[in-house]
């Protein structure tokens, strides 16, 4: 498979760095930065992370993770399974839960102009996602989101529960901040954290 990975590991596309290193695949890597001529050319939207596996270009960090894992076999349930429909249970959840608010959060304080940026909403977000912490670390039993196997899901947690800390979000509380602690220690991650240097 030949692949290229467009945008910087200060975005989502540490998402699928990490994963590319999970899997041990080798990849072509450009620092490129949103809607910059050569994402345009790729994605129309000028969103990154783009992945471009033999030519074709595939858009949206979740995407490209599924796009990956099915491919390989790894760090995902097999489609079709009730394992892989809960495991895609977590998936949205997290998109709908953290991602979203996190996201929305920077938007209103650097991405969206200036005159549309409502500053005060951020309350509200950081409220949420305490709420959604809370909720999750009642029934998070670890090691990973899916008892014993790890997959996409915990790339996606780990990276909004950092994301949350850059972003002055509150505390996610001692269990997910644990797990995220060990997740980042995997020798995966800190190859894809070297890949930014
Ligand atoms: N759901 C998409 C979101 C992609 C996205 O919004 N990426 C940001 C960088 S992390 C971006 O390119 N923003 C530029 C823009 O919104 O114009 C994903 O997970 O890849």
Known sequence: MDLHLYGGPKSRAFRVIWMLEELGLDYQHSLAAPRSDEVMALNGSGK??????????ISDSTAILTFLADRTGQLTFPAGS???????????????????????????????????RLPEVKDSLKWEFSQSAARLSDTFEGPFLMGEAMTIADILLTHCLGWAVVAKFPDAGPKLTAYRDRMRKRPAYIRALGSAM
């Open 82 to 116: 009730l394992d892989r429909a809960r495991q895609d249970g977590w998936t949205q959840l997290i998109n709908d839960e953290f991602d979203s608010v996190l996201w929305t959060a920077s938007r209103h304080s650097f991405a969206l102009p200036e005159e549309y």
């Open 48 to 57: 990154i992370p783009v992945l471009v596996v033999d030519g074709t270009a």
